[in-house]
C-alpha cells in the first residue's frame, strides 16, 4: 500500500522567526528538525553548520575575553584591604585616586600613591591592547588623533565591560547605512550656506592604482570643501565636450543659481571645456587651479637654460647616490637620514627650493 502524500508545509513555517541574515537563502528541510537547512542557491542541505559555527564564535569570544581582565585583584590591593570582586573603573575614580596634599597621615599617603601606581599599570595595559590592534591590522598612528576614534573610546568607556563589537554585515548594510544619512544630514547646513552665500565646484581628474581614470566631484564654500560624487572614466575620452557635459551635470546636482565658479586644472581639454560652459552660463566664473597654475610656472622656468643645467646635474648626482649604497650610507649619516627631495611629486619645485637653500 502507498504511502499517503506528504502534504507540504507553508512557506512561513521552513524559517525560523529571526532577523539573522542567512534565512535569506536557506529553508528547513523539516519543521521539526530545525538543524537540517537546505539552501536556496544550490540546494544542498547541511546540518547544523549555521548553529555550531555560532556557537563556536561565542565560545571564541568568550575567550578572548577572559584574556582581557585588568581589574585582577593584586598583591597590593589585598594587602589594603580591599575587595576581592572585580573594580571597574569610574567617574568618581578620578576624584578617588588622585593624592591629597592636605594628608598628613603616612599611611593615607602611601595608600594614594599605591591607588596611582596601580592606575597607571591599567591604563598602560589598555595602551598595549590598543596599540597590538593598531599593529596587526596595518592601521595608521596618526589615526589615533582622529576625533571619531576619541569619541568611540569615550562611549566604550561609559558603557561599561562586556561590549559586543559590529559584525562585518552590520558595518557593511545597517551601520554604513545610519552613517550616511547622518552624513546627508549634516550636509544640509552646508547646502544652507551654499544657498545664502554661494560655492565653488571644483572638479579633479586622477589615475588610482588600477589605472582607473576618475573624476572627483568636490564643493568648496566657507565652512570648507566638501566631497559629494566620484565617476568613473576610464571608458571615455576626456575631451573638452566631454568634461563639459560632466561639470555641468555636477552644476545641476549643486543648483545652477548657488555655484559661483568652476575650479579645475589648466589643462587643455579644460580650457575647451571652459569655453564652451561660458556659452551656456555666462554668469559663472571658470578659475585654473592655483597650484597647477604654479606647477606649470615652475616647469617652464626649469626648462631655461641655466636651470635645466643644474636640474641635470641634480639628477645625475641623485642616480650615482642611490646607485650606491656605500655613498648613499654616507650621505644619510651627514644629512641625519633627511631626505630633502621628493621623488614621487613636485619634483621641479623641491629641486628648486634646494637649489635657492643652497646659495
Known sequence: MDDP?????????????SSDIGWDYGVMCDPTNQDRLRCLLCGKEVTGEVKSKKIQKRKNDAALRAQVNINKDSVVEEE??????????GPMDN??????????????????????????????????????????????????????FRLFCEALGQFGPNWQPPSQHQLRERLLIEEK????????????????????????????????????HCVNSRSGTCFLSSQDCSKESHTGQYIFEYIDKCIEEVGPLKVVQVVTDNATNNVAASKLLKEKRP???????????IDLMLEGI??????????????????????HHR?????????????????????????LLDYAKSL
Open 181 to 216: 544619512q547622518r552624513t546627508k544630514e549634516k550636509l544640509k547646513d552646508l547646502e544652507e550656506e551654499w544657498e545664502q552665500e554661494g560655492c565653488s565646484v571644483m572638479t579633479d581628474a586622477w589615475t588610482d592604482m588600477r589605472r582607473r581614470s576618475i573624476f572627483n
Open 5 to 17: 502524500p506528504r502534504e507540504e508545509s507553508p512557506p512561513h513555517a521552513l524559517k525560523r522567526n
Open 80 to 89: 589594603l584591604g580591599q575587595r576581592k570582586g572585580p573594580h571597574f573603573q
Open 302 to 323: 626649469s626648462k631655461l637654460d641655466g636651470i635645466a643645467k643644474i636640474i641635470d646635474q641634480a639628477k645625475s648626482l641623485t642616480i650615482f647616490i642611490y646607485a
Open 95 to 148: 576624584f578617588a585616586t588622585t593624592i591629597n596634599p592636605q594628608a598628613t597621615s603616612a599611611g593615607q599617603k602611601r595608600q594614594q600613591s599605591l591607588h596611582d601606581a596601580i592606575s597607571k599599570e591599567k591604563t598602560n595595559q589598555v595602551h598595549q591592547y590598543c596599540a597590538r590592534w593598531i599593529y596587526n591590522s596595518s592601521i595608521a598612528f596618526n589615526a589615533i588623533d582622529n576625533d571619531d
Open 283 to 293: 554668469n559663472i566664473f571658470w578659475s585654473g587651479c592655483a597650484a597647477h597654475t
Open 327 to 351: 655613498t648613499l650610507d654616507m650621505m644619510r649619516s651627514h644629512t641625519k637620514k633627511a631626505g630633502h627631495c621628493a621623488t614621487r611629486s613636485n619634483k621641479v619645485c623641491n629641486l
